[in-house]
Every structure is written in C-alpha cells, then in structure tokens.
C-alpha cells in the first residue's frame, strides 16, 4: 500500500544551475536551508535569515530573491541560479572577474548574494526600470545612467559587514562597462 501522502512534507524537484534536484522536505524548509543543507550547495550564504541582509540572494527565473524568505516547495517548477552556476565553467562571469579584479570584498561572506544581486541589477537597468533615486522616470528618457549613486541605490538590500561598499560598487561599474562594450561589439 503506497504510504499516505504527508500533511508536512513533501517531495519536490528543483531546477537549480540547469540541473534538476529531486529531495524530500518540511513544507517549512527555505529555499536557503534546502540549497545549504539538503543539497550542499553552501555558496549562498546565511546572515539574518529573516530577509535584511542579503546574504542569501538568488536568481528565481532570472529575478533576485532573498532565499531565506522563499519557501522550497514554492520553488519548484522554477529556475533557481545560485553563486555556482553563475561561471562558465573555469571561465568567471564579468561580474565575478570584476569583484575579483576590484577587491570588492574583504572576508567574502556577502559576496555571493553581491553578485547574484549585481547581475539582477545590469538586468533589470538594461531593462529601464528605474530606482528609487530615478529623477527622470519618463520611459522616453531611457535608462537612468548607472551611475554610483544608482549602483549604491539599487544594491541597497545587500548588506556588507566588512564595508567593502566603495570597491563593491566599483565593481558593478566596471561589470556595466564591460557588458555595454560586449553589446556594442556584437551590433558593431
Ligand atoms: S540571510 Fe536572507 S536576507 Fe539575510
Ligand atoms: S566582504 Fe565581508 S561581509 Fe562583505
């Protein structure tokens, strides 16, 4: 007799960095917990675990999200990319060579959620959506530039306890450079 189905658990196949994970879990867990401890994908990293800080961002379909706020289970059927899929394969994503090239970290710690917030952020301007600190919103005014006062802005929600702002938005300033100059090269 196939056993009854749990009220509390469940399992679910997740899509993460292309590859698809089947696991059981609570219906509690976080897509942060299931990523670290069921799956030892530990490259997010835990701060607050209540959504202030940062640390555990992600890409869900593309957007960032905090992965201690989301459920698991309310993550299935969507496509997750965390810190270890963002390279291609020994090649690091511009992002990446930028922190890296730049120091924009010190102990490491936030730099996963940095980065995975950084390329929502080159994602989301190339997109036109404004930031808060947006003066002309008019869509025929096109992208705010990005400049240090929007990078600071936009990647507010990332937390550093080292204080490695000033080279961390040096960095997602470099990474814009490098992907305007790798779009301009294609319509060249
Ligand atoms: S650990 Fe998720 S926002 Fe701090
Ligand atoms: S580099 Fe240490 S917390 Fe940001």
Known sequence: MAPAPSPTSSVITLTINGEK?????????????????HLDLTGTK??????????CTVLLDGRRAVSCLQLAVAAEGREVTTIEGVADGDRLHPVQQAFLDLDGYQCGYCTPGQICSALAVLEEHAEGWPSAVTTDVRPEAGPAPLTPEEIRERMSGNLCRCGAYVSI????????????????????
């Open 21 to 37: 994970h089947t696991l059981p879990v609570d219906h509690r867990t976080t897509l942060l917990d299931a990523l670290r401890d």
């Open 46 to 55: 835990k701060g607050c675990d209540q959504g202030q800080c940062g640390a």
């Open 169 to 188: 938005v040096q960095a997602v300033a470099r990474a814009a450079e490098a992907r305007t100059d790798r779009n301009e090269e294609v319509v060249a």
